[in-house]
C-alpha cells in the first residue's frame, strides 16, 4: 500500500498554527496585557516572535540545502552535526514531545471541569487521551481531517472575541506601561517583565510542529518553509492585535484578574470555550502524531535500544511501534497527575533543540562550502540570533533547570558517543574542523612562516612494496608516534591483482589498528616501479605543504640489501631536508624486551652549550625519549668524545642531562675510542640507537647491527629537531 504523504497546508501550517494558537492565547493574554500594558505586552509577544521567527527561518533555509527525512530537527541537526550530537538533542526533544501530549490533556480537562464540575479528573484525562489515540491510530490523514475542523473552530472563537468589541463598553483609558501587579495565585504581590514572560513564551513554541512530520510529507523541502513561516506570520498578527482587543475590553485589574475575560465577553462565548478546549486537543493530537516520528528516525539510525523493532511501520506508514511506545510515556506522564515540577525542563529540551537549528545554519553558512546553496537564504545574524536568543531564555526562565537540562543533554551525548554510531550519509564535522584547521594554518603560518623547532612531532612516511616492511616494525612504529605522532604510508601498485589485494587488505587493517590507539594514520597507492623516484618527488611535492611527514622511516632486510637504494634515499632525504629512521633489526632477535636503550652520542661539537646545538644528535636523541616513554624503559646514554679540543666534565655531563631533560633513571657516561669497539662492549642494551654521519653507509650501519648483535636506529637529522630547547 502506498504511503499517503501531504502538502503545506495539511502537513505544515495547519499542525504549526494550531500549536501556536493554544491555551494561552485564550486565558493567558489578557493577564499578559493586563501586567506588562500595551507596550509591554508588544515587547514580550514581539520578543518571543524574533527567538520563534529566526527559528523558522534557519529551519526553512536549512531544509531548502538538505534532502531532510524522517525526524524534522533531530534529521537536519544529525546531517550537519553527526548522529551523536543529533541524537542527544533529538531524545530529550521526543520526550518533550510525549509528555506534552500529557500536559494538553491535563489542559483539555480543566476546560471541560468548567463545564462539568462533578467528573472524575483521571477517568476524564484517561478518556480525553484515548480519544486522542483513537484518531492518531486510524491514521494520520484521518487526524489531520480532525485538525481542519479544530481550525475552523477557531477560527470562529477569534471572530467572536473579536466581534466582542461590538456588544461589550470599551476601555479608553489605556495603561502603555504596566505595574506588574502579579497574578491571582500570588495574591498580586508582583511581578517583572520575565515573569510576565516567561509565561507567554510557551505559547509561540510549537515552529516544529510541521517540521516534525517531515518524512510524511510531499515534499518537505518546499511545504516546511512556506508552511512554517506563514504559519508565524499569520499567529504573530493574531497576538498583536489580541493585545489591543484586550485594552479595549477591560481596564488592566480586571484582565489581570479575570483569566476567562476572552470567553465572557466573546461575541459567543460557546464557540470561544470550544475554541479553547479544541486548540488544547489539536496540541495534543499535534504532538502525539509527531512524537512517535521522531522515535522512528532515531531508531531508524540505530540510536535507542531495540531500534529493530521501533522502526517498524504499518502498512499504512504508520509507525506503530513507537506509537506504542510513546502512549505509555504519555500515560506515565498522565499518572503523574501534576506535571508542574518537569515541565520547566521540557521547555528548555525545545529550546536547546531550537538553538541546536540555528547553529546548524551558523555553521553550515560559516564553512560556505559549495555543498551549502539553500534557496532559502538567510543573513547570519538570523541563526546568530536564533541560537543566542535560545539559550538566553533558558537562562532567563530558571538558571537550575537550564543548567539540569543540558547536563542531561550531554550524558546522552556521551551515551551515544559509546555505541561508535556509522551514518550511512556525511554530515558537516570534517568541514567545520577542516575549516578550523586552515584557519590555524594560516595563524600559525603567519606568526611564524618558517616551522618552530617547539613544535616538532614525530610525523612519519613510511615507503612500502611488501607488507613485512611494516610487520616486521609494527610495534617500533608504535612506540616512536604515540601519542601525538602520524602516519602516512606510501606504497607501490603491485602489478599481481592477488598480491596487490593482499597489500591493501593489510594496510586496511593495520591503519584501523593504529587509529584504535589514537593515532593519526593514512595511506596513498603510486602508480611507480622505480621507489626512490617515487620517495623523492613525494618529499618534493609535500614540501609545500603545512601538515607533512618530516620524517622518512624504512627498514632494512639484512639478508637482501638493496646499497644503492638506501644510500640514494639518504641522500636525498637530507638534500629535501627530511628527518630519517632506519631500522635494521637482527635476526629474529627484534626488539627483545624493550626495556633498555643505548643512546650513542658522537661528534657532539665543543661550543654546544652556548649554541644550544649538540650537532646531528638531535633526532636520535628525541626518538630515545619517546622510546623509553612508551616502553617505560630506560636510557644508557653514551657521548663519544674523541677531539681532543672537547672534554665533558662531570659538570658537563649534569649540564647535559638537565637541558635534555632526560628521566631521572638516566646513566651518562663519556667513551673514548671508534664506534664499532665501544658498541661490542655494550651488549646489555635492547636496542641501540644512533646518529648517521656523513661518512657512514648503509653496509657500515649492518656491519655495527652484526657486529653487536643488537637491532638497532639509525637517525638523519634535518634541520628541524632541537632536543635542548
Avoid at 479528573?121 to 494520520?140: E, K, N, P, R
Wanted: hydrophobic share 50%; charged share 15%; net charge neutral.
Amino acid at each position: 500500500m502506498t504511503k499517503k504523504t501531504f502538502g503545506t497546508f495539511a502537513g505544515v501550517f495547519t499542525p504549526t498554527t494550531l500549536t501556536i494558537l493554544g491555551v494561552i492565547m485564550y486565558i493567558r493574554q489578557p493577564w499578559v496585557v493586563g501586567n506588562a500594558g500595551i507596550v509591554g505586552a508588544l515587547g514580550i509577544v514581539l520578543l518571543s516572535v524574533a527567538i520563534t521567527l529566526t527559528t523558522a527561518l534557519s529551519l526553512s533555509s536549512i531544509t531548502t540545502n538538505v534532502r531532510i527525512g524522517t525526524g524534522g530537527a533531530f534529521s537536519i541537526i544529525s546531517k550537519s552535526l553527526g548522529l551523536e550530537i543529533g541524537g542527544a538533542i533529538g531524545i530529550p526533544f521526543y520526550i518533550a514531545q510525549a509528555l506534552a501530549v500529557a500536559m494538553y490533556v491535563f489542559g483539555f480537562r480543566e476546560g471541560l471541569v468548567s463545564i462539568l464540575p462533578n467528573l472524575n479528573s483521571l477517568f476524564l484525562d484517561l478518556g480525553i487521551f484515548a480519544v486522542v489515540m483513537t484518531i492518531a491510530f486510524i491514521s494520520t490523514s484521518f487526524a489531520f481531517k480532525i485538525q481542519y475542523v479544530i481550525l475552523g473552530i477557531i477560527g470562529l472563537s477569534l471572530i467572536s472575541i473579536y466581534g466582542s468589541l461590538f456588544v461589550n463598553d470599551l476601555n479608553y483609558d489605556f495603561e502603555l506601561f504596566g505595574k506588574y501587579p502579579g497574578s491571582i495565585e500570588n495574591n498580586f504581590s508582583g511581578g517583572s517583565f520575565w515573569v510576565v514572560f516567561a509565561v507567554f513564551f510557551p505559547a509561540v513554541t510549537g515552529v516544529m510542529a510541521g517540521a516534525n512530520m517531515s518524512g510524511d510529507l510531499t515534499s518537505p523541502r518546499d511545504s516546511i518553509p512556506k508552511g512554517t513561516i506563514s504559519a508565524v506570520l499569520l499567529t504573530t498578527v493574531i497576538y498583536i492585535s489580541l493585545i489591543f482587543v484586550a485594552s479595549l475590553l477591560a481596564t488592566p485589574y480586571e484582565m489581570a484578574s479575570n483569566y476567562n475575560l476572552f470567553i465572557e465577553k466573546a461575541l459567543f462565548s460557546p464557540i470561544v470555550l470550544a475554541g479553547l478546549l479544541g486548540a488544547t486537543l489539536s496540541s495534543a493530537l499535534g504532538s502525539f502524531i509527531g512524537a512517535p516520528r521522531i522515535m522512528l528516525a532515531l531508531a531508524e539510525k540505530g540510536i535507542l535500544p531495540k531500534s529493530k523493532e521501533l522502526s517498524k511501520i504499518s502498512k499504512k506508514g504508520e509507525p506503530v511501534n513507537s506509537m506504542l511506545i510513546t502512549a505509555v510515556i504519555v500515560l506515565i506522564g498522565i499518572s503523574l497527575r501534576d506535571l508542574n515540577t518537569i515541565a520547566p525542563i521540557l521547555t528548555m529540551f525545545f529550546m536547546i533543540t531550537y538553538a541546536m537549528v540555528n547553529i546548524v545554519v551558523l555553521v553550515e553558512q560559516s564553512l560556505s562550502l559549495p555543498s551549502y546553496r539553500p534557496t532559502l537564504k538567510v543573513p547570519l545574524i538570523i541563526p546568530a540570533l536564533g541560537a543566542f536568543g535560545s539559550i538566553a531564555i533558558m537562562f532567563v526562565i530558571n538558571v537550575i533547570v537550564a543548567l539540569t537540562s543540558l547536563i542531561l543533554i550531554f550524558l546522552f551525548y556521551f551515551y551515544l558517543v559509546r555505541l561508535k554510531l556509522k551514518s550511512e550519509a556525511g554530515d558537516s564535522r570534517s568541514g567545520l574542523f577542516t575549516a578550523l584547521a586552515e584557519w590555524a594554518t594560516k595563524k600559525s603560518s603567519d606568526l611564524s612562516p618558517e616551522k618552530e623547532v617547539r613544535s616538532w612531532r614525530p610525523d612519519l612516511l613510511i615507503p612500502m612494496t611488501m607488507p613485512k616492511e611494516i610487520r616486521s616494525s609494527y610495534k617500533l612504529i608504535h612506540s616512536i608516534v604515540y601519542p601525538k605522532g602520524s602516519i602516512k604510508i606510501l606504497s607501490l601498485i603491485n602489478e599481481n591483482v592477488e598480491e596487490q589485494k593482499n597489500i591493501e587488505l593489510f594496510l586496511k587493517n593495520a591503519s584501523q589498528k593504529y587509529k584504535e590507539s589514537g593515532i593519526s594514520v593514512s595511506y596513498a597507492f603510486i602508480e611507480n616501479k622505480e621507489l626512490n623516484t617515487t620517495i623523492n618527488i613525494s618529499m618534493q611535492s609535500l614540501n609545500a605543504a603545512f601538515f607533512k611527514p618530516n620524517i622518512i622511516f624504512v627498514s632494512v632486510d639484512t639478508g637482501n640489501v638493496n646499497v644503492d637504494y638506501f644510500n640514494t634515499l639518504i641522500a636525498d632525504v637530507k638534500k629535501n631536508n627530511f628527518g630519517m629512521i632506519i631500522y635494521i633489526p637482527f635476526s629474529t632477535a627484534s626488539l627483545a624486551i624493550e626495556k633498555n636503550i643505548n643512546l650513542w652520542l658522537t661528534n657532539i661539537p665543543t661550543n654546544w652549550k652556548e649554541d644550544f646545538n649538540i650537532g646531528h644528535n638531535d633526532l636520535s636523541t628525541l626518538l630515545s625519549l619517546l622510546i623509553s616513554k612508551n616502553w617505560k624503559g630506560t636510557i644508557d646514554a653514551l657521548i663519544l668524545e674523541n677531539n681532543p679540543n672537547s672534554k665533558f666534565l662531570e659538570s658537563d655531563i649534569d649540564y647535559f642531562k638537565t637541558m635534555v631533560r632526560f628521566p631521572n633513571k638516566t646513566n651518562i657516561s663519556v667513551k673514548k675510542g671508534d664506534l664499532l669497539s665501544n658498541v661490542k662492549k655494550h651488549r646489555n642494551a635492547d636496542v641501540n640507537i644512533f646518529s648517521v654521519d656523513s661518512e657512514m653507509s648503509i653496509l657500515d650501519m649492518i656491519t655495527i647491527v652484526n657486529e653487536s648483535r643488537i637491532s638497532a636506529i639509525f637517525c638523519v637529522d634535518s634541520n628541524l629537531e632541537n632536543v635542548l630547547v
